[in-house]
């Protein structure tokens, strides 16, 4: 069974910086692109960074600059470095990946930038 656990969000002030990691289990990992999105209330959830398994690496244009995507193949697990968090930022921040036909999801963790 996939699990993805997101974990490392909290309350920061604007200009600071937060690193977000989302442990996954049930999958061979290291196979699998990784992304990273994101839903602040009231919008949709985007997709904001994406890893794949050989590290190319992509950025939603608001994040670019800012945020950084990583992986760590032998933890199974998928970083986001958040650097200059703006109040527009916060969102619940959820990792997920793709399986086969399935899209796996974790549960999200809060980030809250105050101004």
């Known amino acids: 069974q996939v699990q993805l656990v997101e974990s490392g969000g909290g309350l920061v002030q604007a200009g600071g910086s937060l690193r977000l990691s989302c442990a996954a289990s049930?999958?061979?990992?290291?196979?699998?692109?990784m992304d990273w999105y994101r839903q602040a209330p009231g919008n949709q959830r985007e997709l904001i960074a994406t890893?794949?398994?050989?590290?190319?690496?992509n950025y939603f244009d608001s994040v670019k600059g800012r945020f950084t995507i990583s992986r760590d193949n032998a933890k199974n697990t998928v970083f986001l470095q958040m650097n200059s968090l703006k109040p527009e930022d916060t969102a619940v921040y959820t990792c997920g990946l793709r399986s086969g036909l399935s899209y796996y999801w974790g549960k999200g963790t809060l980030v809250t930038v105050s101004s």
């Open positions: 890893i794949t398994d050989d590290g190319r690496t």
């Open positions: 049930g999958i061979t990992f290291d196979t699998k692109t």
